[in-house]
């Protein structure tokens, strides 16, 4: 099976930048060759999309997020990342990344640990 494990989370203040990445380990599977998501979740709200990055590379980001976030993917290192900027205490929640299989929310493989970010003002 394949295990997907985020990282680069912390604490940062309003207007700050984090980048987060997410590995995939266990079975073999190749970020290069599949759409990866980052997904967010905060307390007590329902896990969100915050963008995905298709097989060529092209990106597609959440209007909430859209100018301030970008991903990008190493395939050599089979990586992709979040870089986030101009961070906001709404951006605050754990952040997941993941294959999306449909429009609905599902996704490829079970849900890692994620990472925190956590935005002050």
């Known amino acids: 099976q394949v295990q997907l494990v985020e990282s680069g989370g912390g604490l940062v203040p309003a207007g700050g930048s984090l980048k987060l990445s997410c590995q995939a380990s266990?079975?073999?599977?190749?970020?290069?060759?599949?759409?990866m998501g980052w997904y967010r979740q905060a307390p007590g709200d329902q896990r969100e999309m915050v963008g995905f990055?298709?097989?060529?590379?092209?990106?597609s980001m959440a209007d909430s997020v859209k100018g301030r976030f970008t991903i990008s993917r190493d395939n050599a290192k089979n990586t992709v990342a979040l870089q986030m900027d101009n961070l906001k205490p709404e951006d605050t929640a754990l952040y997941y990344c993941?294959?999306?299989?449909?429009?609905?929310?599902?996704?490829?493989?079970?849900w890692g640990q994620g990472t925190q970010v956590t935005v002050s003002s």
């Open positions: 266990g079975d073999i599977f190749s970020i290069g060759t599949a759409i």
């Open positions: 993941n294959v999306p299989t449909n429009a609905d929310g599902g996704v490829r493989f079970a």
């Open positions: 990055i298709d097989r060529s590379g092209t990106t």
